[in-house]
């Protein structure tokens, strides 16, 4: 007994030798994110880093302090003690600003909401470590003025049916959040972890991002504030004989936005459709796994599954607690004696995907996908005949130039697509959007938004940044196309040319001085039929010949961060 006590106590020493700091770069600070991705491009960074489990930490980014990457100021902002076992550091005070004029717009900033007007974030905190504990405390107040506008306008009882039955009643995502100014002041970026490198276990609120995409992803991102949740992760890549590993699982609690899908009225057949949801909270697991092999330098494939369930349909065995060992098919759904594959029957709404990212540095050259569906097929003779059913994608590559110029700066190319609207064969089978669930009728969301990719229900968006960088500073412009919910135009009898498409310009910038670091971008968006509208004036002799319904939108945004 005394023999396997020693090996006990010995097995925790070892442990303890090899702790790390759990410090990590919260997700939704891009123009960070953006640098380091940069950096791993040029050479300058650990090609095994995926950039697909994130928040990134200052283990795998070999960084001291991973708010000051390029050492452009002096840092005061960690404090040491214990020996040096234990340290305090205050984190960047940000404040982010957003102006949208006409309808709401925009993505991938976290508490905030898609509202119009005037809209702004305050958050600052502070992280404390002593030998494997941490504690990361950085709060986060919204503010929206959250302005009325024109939501979606369907032409009679028939349009309305469908929307209700493909929006309204199948998720939560209000168009108005309320009919007067929000504020809410949430957990935002805290967690208090044990690591011991390079793991780490934890209780988080913090946003979580899991794919390669850079504006998208498809099944985790910070479109929707971070939610509540238990988690256990990679600090860095675990290097092993066949390749390099990262991953994370979570479990947590999604809740719901407390406000209804529109203003109760007449014109919208409220009290005729709208079907109240569950006043329950949701049940969220969901794990990512990336896997890069020692034979291609740079490669990385991975998997992401998720599960949403409301607690009140939950069970209590470990399997509903821990559902990822079901089977990916439904040709055994109904038998009794099938224990692996059974989310329709226990109420859970199942999304997956797998994704890859190939980073190439002699040619400072990245390129990176995201395949998912929102439905099992049904055997894996389903899966090869027919792929296209309720998938989903992003495919997007990056290309950096270096300027023969004396400061040495960067041309940064980009192109990202992102599509969400079902395919063909929704026409003659069954489908849905992405997110939206027959059963778990709050959807993929938390808070009145969805956490994967944020650009909206069943939209399509196409999009080209080009930049000019010098260390962290740059300049750039946007190119973007956004197609609205091609499900429901195409399930309600509309006029073949009242698609709503939406073009975008925008020029945005970074711009550090010694502790700040400032972001701003100006976009004009013109929505083309919107909201699916347009006004007919027939002409026998040109059919294309109508009064156009668009709308011009402008959407501004100012930020500024403070490095202590």
């Not at 079901?326 to 224990?339: C, E, I, L, Y």
């Not at 975008?504 to 083309?528: C, E, P, R, S």
Request: neutral net charge; charged residues 20%; hydrophobic residues 35%.
């Amino acid at each position: 007994m005394k023999r396997y006590f020693t090996i006990l106590i010995t097995c925790f020493q070892i442990a303890f030798a090899s702790l790390s700091s759990a410090q990590v770069l919260p997700v939704g600070i891009p123009q960070l994110e953006d640098y380091y991705r940069r950096q791993q491009l040029l050479g300058k960074l650990d090609s095994t880093i995926s950039f697909s489990v994130r928040p990134l930490t200052n283990a795998a980014l070999k960084q001291r302090n991973i708010y000051n990457p390029d050492s452009s100021y002096i840092d005061n902002s960690q404090y040491y003690f214990a020996d040096g076992k234990g340290m305090v550091q205050i984190m960047p005070a940000t404040w982010q600003n957003q102006l949208t004029t006409a309808f709401p717009y925009g993505w991938n900033d976290g508490g905030m909401i898609p509202a119009v007007g005037y809209q702004t974030a305050l958050s600052a905190g502070i992280y404390a470590q002593y030998k494997w504990l941490s504690i990361q405390l950085r709060p986060e107040f919204v503010f929206a003025e959250n302005r009325d506008y024109q939501g979606y306008q369907g032409r009679d009882i028939n349009d309305w049916s469908y929307w209700w039955a493909r929006a309204g009643n199948q998720i939560d995502a209000p168009e108005r959040f309320g009919e007067n100014g929000y504020t809410r002041l949430l957990a935002g970026q805290s967690s208090i972890r044990a690591t011991f490198d390079p793991i780490s276990v934890g209780i988080s609120t913090e946003n979580l991002w899991w794919g390669p995409g850079m504006r998208n992803s498809l099944l985790m991102s910070n479109s929707a504030p971070g939610f509540l949740h238990a988690t256990i992760n990679t600090t860095r890549p675990i290097r092993t004989g066949i390749g390099s590993f990262e991953g994370q699982m979570v479990a947590g609690k999604l809740e719901a936005s407390g406000f209804l899908p529109v203003n109760p009225s007449d014109d919208n057949y409220f009290n005729r459709y709208y079907r109240p949801k569950p006043d329950d909270w949701r049940y969220f697991s969901g794990f990512v796994l990336s896997y890069q092999p020692k034979w291609v330098p740079g490669l990385s494939l991975g998997m992401v599954r998720s599960f949403t369930v409301y607690s009140d349909d939950m069970g209590n065995k470990l399997g509903d607690y821990i559902p990822f060992f079901q089977s990916g098919s439904k040709a055994s759904f109904g038998d009794p004696t099938d224990s692996l594959n059974a989310a329709d029957d226990k109420a859970q709404d199942q999304l997956v995907s797998f994704f890859l990212r190939w980073v190439i540095p002699e040619a400072n050259f990245e390129i990176y996908g995201e395949y998912g569906r929102n439905d099992h097929p049904w055997n894996s003779r389903d899966l090869v005949v027919n792929p296209n059913h309720t998938r989903a994608y992003t495919f997007g590559l990056r290309k950096l130039v270096a300027l023969q110029n004396y400061h040495q700066d960067l041309l940064s190319i980009n192109f990202e697509m992102t599509q969400m609207s079902p395919g063909r064969s929704a026409n003659n089978r069954p489908s849905g959007n992405w997110y939206r669930h027959y059963q778990v009728r709050d959807g993929y969301t938390n808070l009145g938004q969805i956490m994967g990719a944020g650009m909206g229900l069943g939209n399509d968006v196409q999009a080209l940044n080009v930049s000019i960088l010098r260390g962290m500073k740059q300049v750039g412009v946007q190119f973007e196309r956004m197609v609205h919910n091609n499900d429901l135009f195409y399930s309600t009898p509309k006029d073949m040319r009242a698609n709503w498409v939406d073009f975008g310009m925008a020029a945005h910038g970074v711009y550090d001085y010694k502790n700040f670091l400032f972001t701003g971008k100006i976009q004009y968006i013109h929505a083309n039929n919107y909201q699916y509208q347009f006004e007919e004036k027939p002409d026998l002799n040109n059919f294309w010949k109508y009064e156009t319904f668009n709308r011009a939108n402008w959407h501004l945004q100012l930020g500024a961060m403070y490095r202590f």
